[in-house]
């Protein structure tokens, strides 16, 4: 019974997304000179999947807060994931991405926020009416496993895009684990 409620619940906020996100976002990725993902509580957990899967594909990927990752510059792109686009410390990394000449991308639940007022491209994943409360997805889990799977298919998109073979992937995957 939950299993069900939880896939038609994200089955329809990605109905509702636009489906030219992954053209979109992937041409951002790849006009980048590098890419930074950040996000708080669940959102980074979320980022840190995209980061990874990133690398797997070959691009340069830093992931926020990490003690190695390196200063941002111009001509970088910075991925915020913010359900609220409203998160203070987010808010701070945008501001000083920006400052810099660094593009930013929002993934949120919502069109219009401090973050997506600064941002270059918001991608709203499904539509307000969507979030409200959910018994059995509280906090945020709409949001944040929807999320995940657009992702995810964007990375798919990616994949198939550029031809990038599993077997590639797999030498890319971290072997100190």
Do not use: C, W
């Amino acid at each position: 019974m939950h299993q069900k409620l939880i896939i038609d619940k994200i089955s329809g906020v990605l109905g509702a997304t636009d489906d030219s996100y992954d053209v979109k976002l992937t041409e951002m990725l790849d006009g980048a000179k590098r890419i930074f993902v950040a996000g708080a509580g669940r959102s980074k957990l979320v980022g840190n999947f995209f980061a990874m899967r990133l690398v797997h594909g070959g691009y340069d990927v830093s992931v926020v807060g990490e003690i190695v990752t390196p200063s941002i510059k111009n001509g970088d792109l910075l991925i915020i994931i913010s359900g609220s686009g409203e998160t203070e410390q987010l808010i701070a990394f945008t501001k000083s991405a920006k400052k810099v000449g660094a593009k930013i991308v929002l993934i949120s639940a919502k069109g219009s926020s401090t973050i997506g007022d600064l941002a270059e491209a918001v991608f709203q994943i499904g539509n307000p009416e969507q979030y409200g409360k959910v018994v059995g997805m509280p906090m945020g889990t709409v949001f944040e496993l929807s999320t995940l799977l657009f992702l995810e298919a964007t990375i798919s998109h990616i994949i198939h895009e550029k031809g990038i073979p599993e077997e590639v992937m797999r030498e890319r995957h971290a072997n100190l684990e």
